[in-house]
C-alpha cells in the first residue's frame, strides 16, 4: 500500500521546504507520486464495489493525487510545497463542489473519510438549505452508532460560524452543523495501518461508513 519512501519524502520535504532541496529529490518525489496513483486505482476498484459512481467520476487515477505544490496566490508567506498527499476519490463532479472519500498520508497523521471541506458558496447554500429541511433525516445520517464509532471526533470543518448563518433560526435544532463551513468525517489512521497488506480493506470500511453522509451531501448540492 503506502510505501516506506513515500513517507522518507514527505518528511524530508517537512524538514527541507525549498525549491533545491525538492529539485535534487525530484525522483523520490516522482516515486512516491506513483505510489498513490497505484493506491488510488486499488481504492477506485474497491470503494467502487459499494458505489458505482466513484468508477464515473474517476476514471485517470492519477488526476485523483493532489498536487505537492502549494498555489501560493492564497499561501503567502508559507513554504512552497505541502507536506502530505491525498487521494481524493469523487462521487461527482468537483470535490470543491461535491462530497469525495478521500485518504490522507502525512508522516504521523494519515487518516480516511468521507465528506466535503473547503466548500463552494453556491454548494454550501444548498447543503445548508437541505440540513435545515430535513434535520432528522440528517441527524439521523450524522449521528447513528456506526458513525459515531468510526468517526469518534464527530465531523469536523475548516471553519465555523460563531452565529447563525444570515436566515437562519439561532434555535434551530440543527444549528451546530448550519454553522460549519464543511462536514468532513475523518478516522485516524498509523502509518503501520496504511503501509499493511490489508490497509485497502480498512479504508474501503471507513469510507462505507461515510457514504450516507457523502450521499447527502451529493443530493443537496445537486438540488
Known amino acids: 500500500m503506502i510505501e516506506k519512501h513515500t513517507f522518507d519524502f514527505l518528511k524530508g520535504i517537512a524538514a527541507h521546504n525549498d525549491k533545491a532541496w525538492f529539485e535534487e529529490h525530484r525522483d523520490d518525489y516522482e516515486r512516491s507520486k506513483a505510489n498513490l496513483i497505484q493506491v488510488a486505482g486499488l481504492l477506485i476498484d474497491a470503494a467502487s464495489r459499494f458505489d458505482p459512481n466513484v468508477a464515473k467520476a474517476n476514471v485517470e487515477p492519477e488526476r485523483c493525487v493532489t498536487r505537492i505544490n502549494r498555489d501560493m496566490r492564497f499561501a503567502k508567506g508559507k513554504p512552497p510545497y505541502k507536506t502530505e498527499m491525498f487521494v481524493m476519490l469523487n462521487s461527482v463532479g468537483d470535490y470543491h463542489a461535491s462530497a469525495s472519500y478521500y485518504l490522507h498520508v502525512e508522516p504521523g497523521a494519515c487518516y480516511a473519510g468521507g465528506g466535503i471541506f473547503m466548500t463552494k458558496p453556491k454548494a454550501l ?99
Open 125 to 223: 447554500d444548498n447543503i445548508r438549505k437541505r440540513i435545515a429541511a430535513a434535520p432528522d433525516k440528517w441527524t439521523g445520517i450524522v449521528e447513528t452508532a456506526e458513525m459515531r464509532k468510526t468517526f469518534p471526533d464527530g465531523l469536523t470543518s475548516p471553519e465555523t460560524l460563531k452565529r447563525a448563518p444570515q436566515g437562519y433560526d439561532p434555535d434551530h435544532p440543527a444549528i451546530a452543523y448550519l454553522r460549519m463551513k464543511g462536514f468532513c468525517a475523518n478516522r485516524p489512521l498509523t502509518n503501520k495501518q496504511v503501509q499493511g497488506d490489508d490497509a485497502v480493506d480498512i479504508i474501503v470500511e471507513i469510507f462505507k461508513a461515510a457514504r450516507p453522509l457523502v450521499g447527502f451531501i451529493n443530493g443537496a448540492v445537486a438540488g
